[in-house]
Nanobody, 127 residues
Framework: QVQLVESGGGLVQAGGSLRLSCVAS????????MGWFRQTPGKEREFVAT????????YYGDFVKDRFTISKDNAKNTVYLQMNSLKPDDTAVYYC????????????????????WGQGTQVTVSS
């Protein structure tokens, strides 16, 4: 079982940037597709982004609109989420996740498609 630890969250003003990191331990994630979700109190977990095991393809939630970039460094067993042009609506706890089925034919965007949820990192964007 892989363990995921997120970091890099914090308080930032609207329009600012943050880079989240997710370090995996327990085993390599070089053959895993990975993703990011976010959640605010009282709301369902929201899909943010996913990346294939090789890093060759990425997919983003509609709200991202070219502001975020997901990347993967297999040598460092780490996944990143670069977030630019942040808005107050981006305030949430951000979670790094591993796609359960590496052979899934459809793009994985629901929480049920992923496991190994970490504790998350809080991102707060002030107006």
């Amino acid at each position: 079982q892989v363990q995921l630890v997120e970091s890099g969250g914090g308080l930032v003003q609207a329009g600012g940037s943050l880079r989240l990191s997710c370090v995996a331990s327990g085993r390599t994630i070089s053959r895993d597709s990975m993703g990011w979700f976010r959640q605010t109190p009282g709301k369902e977990r929201e899909f943010v982004a996913t990346i294939t095991w090789s890093g060759g393809r990425t997919y983003y939630g509609d709200f991202v609109k070219d502001r975020f970039t997901i990347s993967k460094d297999n040598a460092k067993n780490t996944v990143y989420l670069q977030m630019n042009s942040l808005k107050p609506d981006d305030t949430a706890v951000y979670y790094c996740v591993r796609q359960k089925n590496p052979f899934q034919l459809t793009i994985a965007t629901t929480a049920e498609d992923f496991d190994s949820w970490g504790q998350g990192t809080q991102v707060t964007v002030s107006s």
